[in-house]
């Protein structure tokens, strides 16, 4: 009896988690994982290029594609928990934003989660609010929240072609 308590302990956690592969609703906390990001290159994608108007910090500006696991409802203020954006930009380098939720990231970019991927096979290489000491993300080594909290209007999404108001 002992042994199947413990057992249940063990997987109710994980069972909790796998149950949330898509986006869910608000209540919801969405843990990505390797297998979440495999299929990104067969979701929507938009591209674009971001220009250095100056304010941009070095290594951000330039072409990119987007892809994101799904859409947000029409007339949405938020991006769904669950929402994966994956970046690739023309120098290889691969980011993405991960809608956790839970009250995750709560002094930044709330509810969001920031990657690195590798690819073949699709690998997280850091995760989380920013990169480890001595990385960067887009050539900002103060990370991901530094930037996207200018973005708060769009649930901090900076991207011109996934603006909420255009869903």
Same mark, same amino acid.
């Given at each position: ?5 413990? #057992?249940?302990?063990? !997987? =109710? ?13 608000? +209540?919801?906390? %969405?843990i990505a994982f ?9 979701w929507t994608s ?9 304010? #941009?910090?070095?290594? !951000? =500006? ?13 007339? +949405?203020?938020? %991006? ?88």
């Amino acid at each position: 009896m002992k042994t199947l308590l413990v #057992l249940a302990l063990l !997987v =109710a956690p994980l069972w909790a988690c796998a149950k949330h592969e898509g986006a869910g609703d608000a +209540s919801d906390t %969405f843990i990505a994982f390797d297998p979440a990001f495999e299929p990104f290159r067969t979701w929507t994608s938009v591209t674009d290029t971001l220009v250095d108007d100056g304010t #941009l910090p070095a290594g !951000v =500006a330039g072409a990119r594609t987007q892809y994101i696991n799904t859409l947000p409802p029409h007339g +949405s203020t938020a %991006f769904p928990i669950g929402t994966i954006i994956v970046e690739v930009r023309d120098d290889g380098k691969i980011f993405a934003n991960v809608k956790r939720g839970g009250g995750f990231n709560t002094a930044g970019c709330v509810d969001w989660e920031f990657f690195e991927l590798t690819e073949n096979p699709v690998t997280i290489t850091w995760r989380g609010l920013g990169p480890p000491l001595g990385d960067t993300y887009g050539g900002d080594p103060n990370g991901c929240n530094n930037c996207h909290v200018m973005c708060a209007a769009n649930d901090y999404i900076c991207s011109p072609k996934l603006q909420l108001s255009s869903f």
